[in-house]
């Protein structure tokens, strides 16, 4: 479909601009918004009798644009939230959740002026753009963190995921060295730390019981027998 742009569109035109889009995007969007006319002889001349108060309108509210994309421009946006050891997040950071942080921080803007291409599902420090009009668009940043500490931590350049990723291969080196088998041991051979008690002491150990429970058992010797001199005949 043939449409004559009322404002700019990006990659599409500027204002007074006769393109050609598909049918679905004029009708769904462009059309109802009010963003383009259907390019036919009567919306020829209806724009062009128009136009100048268009081009007014517009340089008005791309102006007040500018002035509030100055406050706007590179606010951060600490946005606290929940993550794996990995920094993956439980959820996400969506469109919704950029426009309630700026509205925190007394910058209104549409979900339509938030340009996210996709939500945020990592910790880390995110350039987010924001169109507050069709030639006018300014950037905020996205630190989301899982504490305040992190954040400021992130505020300052530090990449928090390689950080969390450097602990985690420390604490992996730390327990395969000490695992690891003692080089000066022979084949076989088991550590002496691996070992409840020196081999020599719990032979003894299990020696002793064994003698007491010998000597326990063992009978008890009769006295010997007194030689009778009763029966003994004389000389």
């Known amino acids: 479909m043939e449409i004559i742009l009322l404002e700019r569109i990006e990659k599409l035109g500027t204002i007074g601009d006769v393109v050609t889009v598909k049918d679905g995007f004029a009708r769904n969007f462009l059309l109802p918004q009010k963003k383009a006319l259907r390019a036919n ?51 996400s950071v969506s469109v919704r959740d950029i426009v309630t942080a700026l509205e925190e921080k007394g910058h209104h803007v549409t979900k339509s002026q938030v340009i996210l291409e996709r939500p945020i599902k990592t910790i880390g420090m995110f350039d987010v753009r924001v169109a507050l009009h069709p030639e006018v668009s300014v950037t905020v940043k996205a630190n989301v963190a899982r504490s305040e500490d992190e954040a400021e931590l992130q505020s300052q350049g530090v990449d928090v995921i390689a950080q969390l990723f450097e602990e985690e291969q420390a ?48 009978p008890a010797e009769e006295p010997a027998a007194e030689e009778s001199t009763e029966d003994k005949p004389e000389d």
């Open 171 to 218: 604490e992996i080196e730390e327990m395969a060295q000490a695992n690891a088998p003692d080089a000066n041991l022979e084949p076989g051979e088991i550590p002496a730390d691996m070992l409840e008690k020196p081999v020599e002491a719990e032979a003894e150990a299990e020696a002793e019981p064994a003698a007491e429970t010998a000597t326990e058992e063992a």
């Open 41 to 91: 002889d009567a919306n020829r001349a209806v724009f062009e009798a128009n136009r100048e108060r268009l081009e007014k309108e517009n340089a008005e509210r791309r102006g007040e644009a500018e002035k509030a994309g100055e406050k706007v421009d590179g606010t951060e946006l600490v946005l606290i939230r929940a993550s794996s050891n990995s920094g993956q997040l439980y959820g």
